[in-house]
């Protein structure tokens, strides 16, 4: 009866698995933080890649932890730097079996962390930043990626991703607008799973969270500008936006279930505080019925069985 019923789906085709791969690794490393999680070799990641589109889910987000970093983030647009490597390990792997994302930021590759280049006086440089992304994303397309993820929340980096596609004759490469990226709390697991070298934060650049009109407006500047599909991160503090989000958006929607929300479960259910299958399958189906059309989770692969 609650089947017939139910207003709210879950399938495996709406779960984006996000995954890291670590250039120089010879074995997969646990992430202390995400349990479950690893930053992968280019071979455990292709394996991964596999099983999990095996099991059903949508799409794959790929992330790259280079050995090496720099001011400017040049291993994001190098041809050779890890996360491109990994793209074309990936589309040789699965071709369009799925939708291969690729993270287009510089957080990743600098060695301070920002999700863009400094200026002289230590902050972002909104301008500047937006060159690279162009190089990178066309750089990511080239590699083999079907859907760019721009998430630096750099004012333009919609436009001037699809423009340069566009210019390079990569106009069937899609964009998912990180458009409402908000300056959370949540992120830390993420940051030791990349690595992250951020000193301070990032609220320049990054929403507040009290804030829902302003990440409206966002959402409407993204799809002015080209987004295909628009993003709203993190999602359980937030499934008020991803409701607002929905219900005017023209484009499909999705949302991050991020590294701190996995670690709260993942700590709570190893407690044996919580049911672990009910509460994950509960949380991704909040994030559904808040109006999302896509999950962004760590759960994916395992998860995509459970709804069979």
Not at 218 to 234: H, Q, Y
Not at 240 to 256: C, K
Request: proline share 4%.
């Amino acid at each position: 009866m609650r089947r017939l019923v139910g207003e709210t789906t879950l399938r495996p085709r709406q779960l984006i698995l996000p995954m890291f791969v670590a250039e120089g690794a010879d074995a997969p490393r646990s992430i202390s933080s995400m349990p479950g999680v690893v930053q992968h070799t280019r071979d455990s990641l292709r394996k991964a890649a596999v099983e999990a589109v095996r099991a059903g889910v949508g799409g794959l987000m790929i992330f790259g932890v280079p050995e090496k970093r720099d001011a400017v983030g040049s291993g994001a647009i190098d041809e050779n730097g890890i996360l491109n490597v990994a793209l074309r390990d990936l589309r040789a792997e699965l071709g369009d079996s799925t939708v291969l994302m690729a993270d287009t930021c510089l957080d990743e590759f600098t060695d301070h962390g920002h999700c863009g280049v400094l200026d002289a006086d230590g902050g972002v440089d909104n301008d500047a930043t937006l060159r690279v992304y162009a190089e990178m994303g066309v750089a990511q397309a080239e590699a083999g990626a079907h859907l760019l993820g721009p998430s630096g929340m750099m004012d333009g980096q919609v436009g001037v991703i699809r423009s340069a596609l566009d210019q390079a004759g990569l106009t069937e490469i899609g964009i998912l607008a990180y458009s409402a990226k908000y300056a959370s709390a949540f992120y830390g697991p993420f940051r030791e799973a990349v690595d992250s070298q951020l000193k301070g934060d990032r609220k320049t650049y990054q929403q507040d969270p009290g804030n829902a009109r302003e990440a409206l407006h966002e959402v409407e500047l993204d799809i002015a500008e080209g987004a295909d599909m628009i993003m709203i991160k993190p999602a359980l503090s937030y499934l008020d936006v991803i409701r607002a989000a929905a219900d005017m958006s023209p484009v499909p929607v999705a949302a991050y279930n991020i590294s701190g929300e996995y670690a709260m479960v993942e700590a709570a259910a190893a407690n044996g505080w919580l049911d672990r299958e009910r509460t994950i399958l509960e949380v991704l189906t909040s994030i559904r019925r808040a109006g999302a059309d896509m999950i962004l989770t760590y759960w994916a692969a395992e998860a995509a069985p459970w709804l069979d």
